[in-house]
């Protein structure tokens, strides 16, 4: 029986990013979560029950963010639930943070990979999954003064 791993980030490059894991879904089973944009729900023709969408949300919408950040806290509970993932691996962001907290508190391990933007300065999601995160990846050696306790392990591109 493979592992149930689920793979989530939000929308945009972090999704990108989780994306050149892909090769990896056909050794798990596998399920994808990241936000619902036009883009987005294009997928799931492809990937159909695989795929799992939360709310679309940004930080700069700062009066709908706290409700959608509230509302993706209780989608996610409902699909770790449903998923019932043994690992949960993430590139972040925002959308990530509740899934990786829910997940950690259920038993799931948790694999964070620090974005491959960030160079010189740590995200909001990796300072707070780092705390808890079973395995932590930075993409560039520099993150490690940051994060002394990451494994870098180069790009995922």
């Known amino acids: ?11 945009g490059g ?15 089973d596998y399920s ?9 729900a294009s997928l799931k023709e492809k990937y159909q029950n695989k795929i799992d ?3 679309y949300g940004t930080k700069d919408h700062v009066l709908v963010y706290p409700f959608k950040l509230i509302l993706n806290c209780f ?11 043994s690992y949960i691996i ?8 509740p899934m990786c907290c829910i997940g950690k508190l259920l038993g799931a391990k948790i694999i ?6 960030n160079i010189e300065t740590k995200t909001i999601t990796g ?17 490690l003064t940051l994060y002394p306790k990451a494994i870098c392990k180069g790009w995922i591109y």
């Open 1 to 11: 029986m493979k592992k149930k791993v689920m793979f989530i980030s939000s929308t």
């Open 32 to 40: 994808i979560v990241t936000e619902k944009t036009k883009i987005s």
């Open 127 to 143: 300072r707070l999954i780092y705390k808890f995160a079973d395995l932590f990846l930075v993409q560039w050696e520099s993150m």
């Open 112 to 117: 964070y990979i620090e974005t491959f933007a």
């Open 14 to 28: 972090h999704f990108s990013e989780i994306m050149q894991l892909s090769p990896m879904f056909k050794d798990y």
């Open 90 to 97: 993430t590139t972040g962001a925002h959308t990530a943070g």
């Open 75 to 85: 989608k996610s509970l409902f699909l770790f639930f449903k998923i019932r993932p």
């Open 53 to 55: 969408f939360l709310f």
